[in-house]
Structures are given as structure tokens and as C-alpha cells.
């Protein structure tokens, strides 16, 4: 059900523990930087290679809108997940973490310790997954 939108926001979260959030979704961006990095070292594209220098040293930028221009399919997995975690980490400053972004409804803090970069509620997420899944032609 929606909360209601333009009236004080209560948060069912403490500050102490969006700030534990917080901190362990730097430690995962970090984790993925230093991933999607060394991957980029590793190939044999010049190109990549000169990225993967800007991905440590971008400090606050978004690594994911860096490597928005290139598809480097090696590091999907990585710079989808990291595009989440730099999603949830803009939300927690925006002062909109921990709401559904479907419905509004505050996202569980269960919910939230075992998927700190949740955006939707179980419900709305089992909805997108079904729909999702319909969209996606079997291969
Ligand atoms: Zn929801």
C-alpha cells in the first residue's frame, strides 16, 4: 500500500543503521571497482586498459556511467551490480533509501541486511521478476 508521498517521511530505519548500510555498500562498490579494475588490466584491449585506470581514481563519479559507453561484456555481472549498490548509495543520500520504488512502502530491514541495494518491497520485487520474466524471450 502507498505511503503517504509529500506528508514526513518516518523512517522504520535508525540512523545508525542506514549509516551501517551505508557502509557496507561503499565496501561492496569498492569491492566491485577493484573487480571490474583488475579485469580491465587483464585484457589485451588498450582501450580497457586505459579505463581500468579512471575506475580507482574516479573517487565519487559513477564507475557505471564511465563504462556506460562501452559494453564489455566481461564485466556485466559486475557493473550491474555496481550500478545497483552506486543506485542505493545515491537513495541513502537523497534521504529515499529503504522505500519502495514501486509502491512507497518501507522496504524491510530484513529485507534490507540480506539485500543491502533493494529498491523494491518482496512484493513488488516478486512482481517485477514475474513480469520480467515474461518479457524475456526463451532461448
Ligand atoms: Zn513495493
Same mark, same amino acid.
Given at each position: 500500500m502507498a505511503?503517504?508521498?509529500?506528508?514526513?517521511?518516518?523512517?522504520? &530505519?535508525? #540512523?545508525?543503521?542506514? #549509516?551501517?548500510?551505508?557502509? #557496507? &555498500?561503499?565496501?561492496?562498490? *569498492?569491492e566491485l571497482r577493484r573487480a571490474i579494475h583488475g579485469a580491465l588490466i587483464d585484457s589485451d584491449n588498450k582501450?580497457?586498459?586505459?579505463v581500468a585506470g579512471r575506475v580507482l581514481d574516479i573517487g565519487e563519479q559513477s564507475v557505471?556511467? *564511465? &563504462?556506460?559507453?562501452?559494453?564489455?561484456f566481461e564485466i556485466e555481472k559486475e557493473v550491474s551490480e555496481l550500478s545497483e549498490v552506486?543506485?542505493?548509495l545515491a537513495r541513502i543520500d537523497a534521504g529515499t533509501y529503504a522505500r519502495c520504488a514501486d509502491c512507497g512502502a518501507d522496504i524491510s530491514v530484513e529485507r534490507l541486511r540480506a539485500?543491502?541495494?533493494?529498491?523494491?518491497?518482496?512484493?513488488c520485487q516478486a512482481r517485477h521478476e514475474r513480469m520480467a520474466k515474461d518479457m524475456t524471450p526463451s532461448l
Open positions: 505511503r503517504t508521498f509529500g506528508g514526513v517521511f518516518m523512517y522504520s &530505519l535508525s #540512523q545508525s543503521e542506514i #549509516q551501517s548500510f551505508k557502509k #557496507q &555498500l561503499r565496501d561492496r562498490a *569498492l582501450t580497457y586498459s586505459e557505471v556511467d *564511465l &563504462l556506460a559507453d562501452f559494453r564489455i552506486e543506485a542505493a539485500y543491502p541495494s533493494a529498491n523494491r518491497c518482496t512484493d
